[in-house]
Structures are given as C-alpha cells and as structure tokens.
C-alpha cells in the first residue's frame, strides 16, 4: 500500500529557510511523478514543484530560485528546499505521487496524483 508522510515544517521568519521530507513506501514501480503541493487558509491547492518520472523538474514560478526539489536516488524521500521565504509560502505542505503518464504541463494538476500525504504545516511570519 503506498504511502507518504511529510516532516519538517515548522514556523520561521521572513528571509529564513526550512526543508521538508516525504517518505514514501509502498510504491510496486519507480516510475512514478512526485510533487510538493501547498494551500494557504481559504485559498486552493497549488503546485509548488514537482519532478515526474524520467525526472523533469518545474517549479511554480514565484519559488524559482528560492526552493529546490530533490528526491533520494532509490526515491525513498523527496525533499523541498525551501530558502529566502516569504509570508505568502505560509500554508499546508503536502507532497503527491502518482504512476506513470507524460504529463507536461498537466504536471501541476491535482487530479493526476492519486497518492497524498497528509500534510505539514509552514508558518512564515514578516
């Protein structure tokens, strides 16, 4: 049974960092999208970064160049990397995975993720 558990959040100020971990089991192939999603209080879920199965990497552009996304080789953990932030990444941190597809830039949709962890929450204070 696939599962993913994030760890790592926390509370910071302004212009600090935080990494956050998934650990996933379960999965029965490496072929698999993974993805680093967040929702803010009242606001929907968005793409933050992913990496999908032949390991393209695309970010949401207002974290370009702050968070970086990165899993182990064996894809037991994904990591977001997350610097120089601001008070509009406060929210729920959850990371995603789902098997196989090409899927460009469907990459960011959350219905292609069939597998959710069950959230961690980041606090950014200005």
């Known amino acids: 049974q696939e599962q993913l558990v994030e760890s790592g959040g926390g509370s910071v100020e302004a212009g600090g960092s935080l990494r956050l971990s998934c650990a996933a089991s379960?999965?029965?192939?490496?072929?698999?999208?993974v993805a680093w999603f967040r929702q803010a209080p009242g606001k929907g879920r968005e793409g933050v970064a992913a990496i999908d199965r032949v390991g393209t990497i695309k970010y949401r552009d207002s974290v370009k160049g702050r968070f970086t996304i990165s899993q182990d080789k064996d894809k037991s953990t994904l990591y977001l990397q997350m610097n120089s932030l601001k008070a509009e990444d406060t929210g729920m941190y959850y990371c995603a995975a789902t098997y196989g597809g090409n899927w460009g830039s469907r990459i960011f949709f959350t219905s292609i993720y069939k597998f959710w962890g069950q959230g961690i929450q980041v606090s950014v204070s200005s």
């Open positions: 379960g999965f029965t192939s490496s072929r698999y999208s």
